[in-house]
């Protein structure tokens, strides 16, 4: 324990603080100042998370103990907080982003009323707070109450606006969704408690001995399905494209720094049980692949811009649950990193976009806008090109790390990879030329007030725009240079037992340099085709028809579950009312009622006014007492 860590548990404080402060002063507070607020405590925590990853990278570690939150003869749980090369980095990236995220909002929000952009400020902070309490928890249960936290924080923001009932679907789509996965987690905690009385990451990796490789497995695949959930896999996927509904600000913060990094995070901290369970890695990877295809599919056809990228989310996702099947799990952490960099531009250029267009998110009305936003152009063009893999953008690395990975594995993974890969870099092109090539496509008034954003939304590109371009160069393959896979050596405490357990295969170094050259040539090919065929869009009345119109339904998947689950629950609902609540509950309460409104009736009869009937009631009272007496 190194005493220079103690100060940890100031990160997810001041968020917190951040959350109390706007939050309860709502009401008093000016934007200026709850935005200085919301930005400044996780610009102080960031900066903490640096000084800390730079003691952690010295070898330096920290386990901090609170005070116990479960104590019983049986059970000891504590609110613990863990410290370490995988927990540091994931620090950086949600402050960093995060940072980045709340600096942007400060403009893009502008128009909401005082109390309602401290409001949303403060959901900010506790969305931030959450998930760091997710990855500094030093145990499954502190995990989990930040796990709870995110998907609380989702629903609040998802439904920011909620005078629109569409958008509070969403919110309800993405808590309900979330719930499934949830119970898939905590069945796999209940399961470690059972078994082996902890639910400590170091009690319980130390004593996988204990358990029998039927309980690995089904605490693995419980896990997996809560990641399927949080993480947006089939088949709990469709919440998320879903949550565009919420501001622009929130879907970056939800598909890069938060939320859905959650289940890889909770996968490569497990790493030890997964990797003792091969059937729940095959089962990892075949559902992160087939994810990232399918979602790559939708996105073909989708016109709607945060659509599109939302549905990227989903398949990049599936590229990092690929790396975690196949044991790559330095490579998949790498790809949230590069992701979060890539994917934050991308969204909050999108943004930028809406933001110039006056709130139109249709691809097919915009057209041309790079001659009005120079800015917003370039450098969603360099976050395009991550996304595509094209080197030496930092996408590039982490996918080509991972498909190395999967190749390894098994070949066919690789094959369907690198056609997702195609697919990307022939989705994201598509939206970047309808964008910002060619002719403006929207209306006189549009195009009148065209212009580029404020610096507090240009700020936050640029730098997220040099990460992009950079941010790979710390996962350079050894293939290229000895020693430049620094994040590798950086997570190796972390994953040393796992790679011990599942040894590495090696491939000769023509075999990687022929895989990563098909790979770009490949995503080079779909890109360019996808510029040359959209950089002159025309709008057109014409619907799709065929497969295109399947792709623009989204497979008609959300159909599916609205008639497999939704309509039979409503349907049962229903009944249950109908039956339960109208016949039985309103049944005896009216009938309670009703007997009481009877009863009354009948005694007031004995209220009549006659002396005779008077004198009969004494008698015969008489007479009962005297039985009653004689008897007792």
């Known amino acids: 324990m190194n005493n220079s860590l103690q100060i940890v548990w100031l990160i997810p404080f001041l968020p917190l603080i951040g959350f109390l402060i706007n939050g309860l002063g709502r009401n008093n507070l000016s934007k200026t100042l709850a935005g200085l607020i919301g930005s400044g405590v996780i610009l102080a925590s960031f900066l903490i998370s640096v000084y800390v990853f730079f003691i952690v990278k010295d070898g330096n570690t920290h386990l901090a103990h609170y005070f116990d939150f479960i104590n019983t003869a049986s059970i000891k749980v504590g609110f613990d907080f863990q410290v370490d090369q995988l927990s540091s980095l994931f620090l950086l990236i949600i402050t960093g982003v995060g940072f980045l995220i709340h600096v942007y909002s400060t403009s893009y929000m502008q128009a909401e009323e005082p109390k309602d952009f401290a409001k949303y400020f403060s959901f900010l902070n506790l969305f931030v707070f959450s ?16 796990w709870e936290g995110v998907g609380l924080c989702s629903y609040l923001l998802i439904g920011y606006w909620f005078k629109n009932n569409d958008y509070n679907n969403a919110a309800k789509k993405a808590f309900i969704m979330n719930r499934i996965g949830d119970l898939g987690f905590l069945l796999a905690v209940f399961w470690l408690l ?10 319980v990796f130390a004593n996988t001995a204990k358990l029998t490789a039927f309980d690995i497995t089904g605490i693995t695949l419980l896990l997996f399905v809560g990641a399927t959930g949080k993480s947006a896999q089939i088949p709990l996927y469709t919440w998320l494209p879903d949550a565009m509904a919420g501001p622009t600000p929130v879907s970056a913060l939800i598909h890069a720094a938060t939320m859905v990094t959650a289940g890889i995070y909770m996968i490569a901290r497990s790493n030890i049980l997964f ?13 992160g692949l087939a994810t990232a295809i399918l979602a790559a599919t939708i996105a073909l056809k989708q016109n709607d811009i945060k659509k599109v990228l939302a549905y990227s989310t989903v398949s990049q996702l599936g590229y990092m649950f690929l790396g975690l099947g196949v044991g790559a799990y330095t490579g998949a952490v790498f790809h949230v990193m590069t992701h979060a960099f890539f994917k934050a531009l991308l969204f ?49 690395f982490s996918k080509d ?9 098994n070949p066919a993974f690789w094959v369907i990879g690198v056609l997702g890969a195609l697919m990307t870099a022939f989705y994201m092109f598509r939206l970047y030329a309808m964008t910002f090539q060619g002719k403006f496509r929207g209306t006189t008034e549009q195009e009148h007030h065209l212009h580029e954003s404020p610096a507090a939304i240009t700020f936050p590109l640029i730098i997220l ?12 393959p050894e293939i290229f240079m000895q020693g430049g896979h620094r994040l590798e050596a ?59 119109k399947v792709l623009a339904n989204k497979w008609y998947v959300d159909e599916l579950y609205e008639a497999i689950f939704v309509k039979p629950l409503q349907s049962l609902t229903a009944f249950l009312t109908n039956i339960i609540e109208k016949n039985i509950i309103d049944g005896f309460v009216n009938g309670v009622g009703k007997a009481v409104n009877y009863g009354s009736r009948q005694i007031r009869l004995l209220q009549n006014g006659l002396v005779g009937t008077y004198v009969l009631l004494m008698v015969l009272g008489i007479l009962i007492l005297f039985i009653i007496q004689l008897f007792l």
């Not at 145990?139 to 930040?146: E, H, K, L, R, S």
């Not at 990797?275 to 559902?287: D, E, G, H, K, L």
């Not at 250029?349 to 915009?366: K, L, P, T, W």
């Not at 725009?465 to 350079?476: D, E, K, R, T």
């Open 490 to 548: 950086f997570l190796e405490p972390i994953f040393t037992q796992s790679n011990v357990i599942a040894a590495k295969h090696e491939m000769p170094h023509v075999t990687e340099y022929t895989l990563m050259a098909i790979s770009v040539l490949a995503a080079l090919i779909a890109l360019v085709y996808a510029w040359n065929k959209f950089s002159k869009y025309q709008k057109t009345s014409t619907e799709e028809a065929g497969i295109g």
């Open 194 to 203: 059972a078994k082996l009385g902890t639910a400590d990451y170091h009690e």
């Open 348 to 396: 909050l250029g999108a943004g930028s976009v809406i933001h110039a267009m006056g709130g139109e998110q249709d691809m097919r009305n915009m057209g041309g806008l790079k001659k009005h936003m120079s800015i917003t152009h370039i450098t969603f063009l360099l976050g395009c090109l991550a996304i595509a893999g094209m080197p030496p953008f930092s996408g590039f």
């Open 275 to 287: 990797t003792m369970a091969p059937a729940t890695q095959t089962v990892v990877a075949i559902i």
């Open 131 to 146: 998930m760091l309490l997710l990855v500094m928890g030093g145990n499954y249960i502190i995990m989990f109450i930040g």
């Open 465 to 476: 725009a040099i990460l992009a371009v950079i941010g790979g160069w710390i996962g350079i």
């Open 401 to 409: 790390e991972i498909l190395a990975a999967a190749f390894a594995k």
